[in-house]
């Protein structure tokens, strides 16, 4: 199976250059030019924004298709409890999941098993760092927004994998040793609500590889689910744990650490605007901040198909149905999970790997931008007048791209 380079494609046969996309992405990672929307790949953080705007769908998540479960021998599904929240409260999740089985997976987890491990181990880290006002680590997205945007920020991510990871890396093990399998027969997939998470599985932050082979759509596992549900003559014996299934919405993860000193953010927008005043210490005394780039948290996710506002509401009632159930818990070291690898800070735009010709560029751009209307339109393909004045110095557009009456014209 041929790895993907990237969580997000465009189709250039239904962009129409509407701009949309390139006037609402969180890191100005679009461009319009020739009538055709570009991905900046170095700034894009896979959000998923563009997905959500584009009023032609011309942005799709790049995800394996269901067939491609079969070219392994041993087959585990690995669901976000997003998917839950996608049928009607009438729909089980344990018919999902034989649903699931029936389709052809030998095996189905959700997340509770690492949603558990990564709770402990944060009550644990903010008690050891009293001062630090710690950042959840579980959205990829926010990690690689931090990265880019916010280095003094790096040192408060939680330093553990995400719960897709830890299950995926448990399950793992747990098939080579009970069913005596090769690595190679085992296809780990994992059922996502984001395009942040195909990127992630890909390229993961600290750690060198990832368990999971593949990522399917919420999306895809919906159409599938409704086509072929059935009445099972015996339903899977479903004990979910309530707490990770409400991890799917915002504020899910930090209930589930019993403090108070929490802030809990959905959206990007919002994320940029309080990652910005933490930076700057103009918000203090939070222990936790949990981030999640989609509206309502996971539910908002580009990849699924239910309005996130009822997708919330249905997380919210199966978390307090399921309430009494605790999560099933492998024997693990908190040590087998946490970060093996560094999280490097990310520079997006690098004017010049001389430091001297990069001031001389800066001031250039300086220059340029004095001669713009300074309105942001983003008619002439760029996200800002900032941003045009940059690419123009890069040699990546010019003056006359500008379709405002200029000062220097």
């Known amino acids: 199976m041929k790895p993907h380079i990237h969580g997000i494609t465009l189709n250039p046969l ?41 009023p032609f769908n011309a942005f799709t998540g790049i995800t394996h298709d269901l067939k491609d479960i079969f070219q392994y021998p041993y087959k585990i599904a690995l669901l976000d409890p997003v998917l839950y929240s996608q049928f009607s409260e009438s729909i089980s999740p344990s018919k999902i999941i034989d649903t699931i089985r029936d389709y052809g997976f030998d095996d189905v987890y959700d997340l509770s098993m690492g949603s558990h491990i990564i709770t402990e181990f944060t009550k644990n880290h903010i008690e050891k760092n ?14 690689r927004l931090i990265q880019l945007r916010f280095h003094g920020l790096i040192k408060n991510i939680l330093p553990i994998i995400s719960p897709a990871e830890i299950v995926a890396s448990i399950i793992r093990k747990k098939a080579i040793k009970e069913l005596n399998l090769s690595d190679r027969e085992i296809g780990i997939f994992y059922i996502s609500p984001c395009t942040a998470q195909i990127f992630n599985f890909q390229y993961p932050l600290g750690k060198k590889t990832s368990n999971v082979n593949g990522v399917l759509s919420i999306k895809s596992l919906f159409l599938m689910i409704s086509k072929n549900l059935k009445a099972f003559d015996n339903d899977t014996y479903f004990t979910p744990s309530g707490d990770a299934i409400d991890w799917a919405r915002v504020e899910g993860e930090s209930k589930s650490l019993g403090i108070r000193e929490y802030l ?15 930076e700057s210490n103009k918000i203090k005394d939070l222990k936790f901040i949990e981030c999640r780039a989609c509206t309502n948290g996971c539910v908002g996710g580009c990849l699924t198909v239910e309005n996130p506002f009822v997708a919330m509401n249905r997380v919210r009632r199966l978390a307090e149905k399921y309430d009494s159930y605790p999560a099933k818990i492998e024997e693990e070291s908190f040590d087998n999970f946490l970060f093996s690898e560094p999280i490097p800070e990310l520079y997006a735009t690098k004017l ?53 009456d200029l000062k220097y014209k």
Do not use: W, Y
């Not at 942001?376 to 003056?399: N, Q, T």
């Open 130 to 143: 009293p001062d630090l006002s710690v950042i959840s680590s579980v959205c990829p997205a926010i990690l």
């Open 264 to 278: 809990a953010i959905d959206g990007i927008e919002n994320v940029v605007e309080v990652l910005e005043e933490i």
């Open 14 to 54: 239904k962009c129409t250059g509407c701009t949309n996309c390139i006037k609402l992405c969180p890191t100005e990672a679009i461009r319009v030019k020739n009538g055709k929307a570009k991905i900046i790949e170095e700034k894009c953080i896979h959000c998923g924004t563009c997905l959500h705007v584009c």
């Open 352 to 404: 010049d790997l001389d430091f001297a010709k990069a001031i001389e560029k800066l001031m250039e751009i300086e220059k340029v931008l004095e001669l713009l209307p300074q309105i942001d339109c983003g008619a002439c393909g760029s996200p800002s007048c900032r941003a045009l004045a940059e690419d123009i110095v890069l040699g990546h557009a010019k003056l006359s791209d500008c379709m405002v």
